[in-house]
């Protein structure tokens, strides 16, 4: 028998072949990105030289009037609506502020739009507003605009919220996915998967020892707070859909670096490891909605800890990697026992409709 011919491999049926979509196009991984690239990249980017839509981050930097503006959409789909920690309300503000912050800005103003289905509850979707308004003054925004559209009943899911923000960029501020550079320190604000498997527990009727709440939370602050203090801050993301993993993927691809974290301080609550334990999931690649992944210059590493821990969103910050030469583009775990691993990209969503 013939040797398999390795060099001239290929898969059988590539992503981006699918006729039709799919719920992986939506969650934050290989199909979502092939999505992007060869379908909505080629079409809204063509014939612009340098098309701010090309860096394909969560939010967008431009320049307006003289200044600089972040600029984020998003729309929200979660189910269950309301889960252990929050509900869509919440999320649909903390989710966009957050896109604002990761690219340096501060936070202004949001616009909200609501696609409601017939039979819909109104004391339900009341207490989804007062959430919303909650969170928009917790995170220091305001809500100006918006938009209501009603769906007949049994073509909707209750109600899909989608937010739009604003905010400004203050001057000498430049951050970015492509700003990565060996030597960095990779810093997380805390526990990760607490978020998508405190949605996958009410939605599944899973117990798990301890209940588990989402971690949703603003995290304007705690950004502001390390670039006034000047810490040297080249990245920065918030690991939602497809997790840390993916995030670290995205930036170690657009930077052309390579990235090694060490498993064992990736700080995992039991709640989390019991559940992923039990799915076989990896938590790693479990959604968050209040943490940030930051590449920090290694001289401010200690500093921008400090900083972080100042803030109860993110007491639990900790040092979990670094940046290096090796294996541009790719990110690997030292294991508990010595081992290495190749964290990649994932092909879709482990828990689909999170956020």
Not at 34 to 52: I, K
Not at 61 to 88: E, H, K, M, Q, W
Not at 334 to 343: C, F
């Amino acid at each position: 028998m013939e040797p398999p011919d390795f060099e001239h491999w290929a898969c059988p049926l590539p992503l981006r072949d699918h006729p039709a979509v799919v719920m992986g196009h939506g969650g934050g991984g290989r199909l979502s990105g092939e999505l992007v690239e060869h379908l909505f990249l080629p079409a809204f980017t063509r014939d612009r030289p340098d098309p701010a839509l090309a860096h394909l981050g969560d939010g967008a930097t431009v320049r307006l009037g003289g200044g600089r503006l972040a600029f984020s959409t998003d729309t929200y789909v979660v189910r269950p609506r309301f889960f252990p920690g929050g509900n869509i309300g919440d999320l649909a503000v903390n989710g966009t502020v957050n896109d604002l912050a990761m690219c340096g800005a501060v936070p202004a103003y949001l616009s909200a739009a609501f696609v409601l289905e017939e039979g819909m509850p109104l004391a339900e979707l009341g207490a989804i507003v007062e959430t919303m308004a909650a969170a928009a003054r917790v995170a220091g925004v305001e809500i100006v605009t918006g938009d209501t559209k009603v769906v007949d009943s049994g073509h909707g899911d209750g109600v899909f919220i989608a937010t739009a923000g604003v905010g400004v960029v203050p001057d000498g501020v430049v951050v970015g996915p492509e700003l990565a550079r060996p030597g960095d320190v990779v810093v997380l604000s805390g526990p990760i998967g607490q978020h998508g498997i405190a949605v996958l527990s009410v939605r599944e009727g899973l117990a798990f020892g301890t209940e588990v709440r989402s971690d949703t939370a603003p995290l304007g602050a705690v950004v502001a707070d390390l670039l006034g203090a000047g810490v040297a801050v080249h990245a920065l993301r918030d690991p939602t859909r497809g997790g840390v993993a993916a995030t670290l993927n995205e930036i170690a691809r657009a930077s052309g670096v390579g990235v090694v974290i060490r498993e064992r301080d990736v700080p995992v609550p039991d709640g989390v490891r019991a559940a992923c334990g039990f799915l076989g999931l990896d938590p790693l690649y479990v959604a968050n909605e209040g943490r940030l992944v930051a590449f920090v210059g290694a001289a401010d590493a200690d500093r921008a800890l400090d900083l972080l821990r100042r803030h109860p969103v993110a007491a639990g910050a900790v040092a979990v990697g670094t940046v290096v030469t090796d294996h541009p583009g790719v990110v690997v775990a030292r294991t508990g026992i010595g081992g290495t691993r190749v964290v990649d990209l994932p092909l879709a969503e482990q828990l689909p409709r999170i956020c």
